[in-house]
């Protein structure tokens, strides 16, 4: 924590690449990480539309269920698989990996905040709606 309450936090969006050999994407949610708040969080909103528009024929069945997985791993617990027992931090650095996958992490970036849920909530509004 900073001398004005302030704690920092990570962050890596998260992209659909309905095609991976064309390089066309879009930013589908965000998933953050704020040690000091033992927090690590994934907001989603994918717009179909926009994704059909890069490639007609797109598993949105799939891509919603790959969304759907990475919220999962960040609540923990059973939804998380075999990353239940993973500390959050683990948590976020599993899923902020370089892949090669519909859904994939961007890199990751820092800030600073004192409500990391919010925090959440402002960049999915700011980077992907």
Do not use: K
């Amino acid at each position: 924590m900073t001398s004005d309450g302030l704690d920092l936090f990570e962050y890596a969006l998260l992209r659909v690449v309905p095609r991976v050999e064309r390089g066309e994407l879009i930013n589908a949610g965000v998933v953050l990480y704020c040690r000091a708040h033992s927090y690590v969080t994934a907001r989603t909103a994918l717009d179909e539309a926009r994704l059909r528009a890069l490639d007609a024929d797109v598993d949105l069945a799939g891509v919603r269920a790959a969304l759907g997985a990475v919220e999962g791993v960040c609540r923990g617990g059973g939804a998380a698989g075999q990353a239940a027992g993973d500390d959050p931090g683990r948590r976020f650095r599993w899923l902020v990996a370089p892949r090669s996958t519909v859904v994939q992490p961007g890199p990751v970036h820092t800030g600073l905040t004192r409500d990391p849920e919010a925090e959440a909530e402002r960049l999915l509004a700011l980077l992907v709606r």
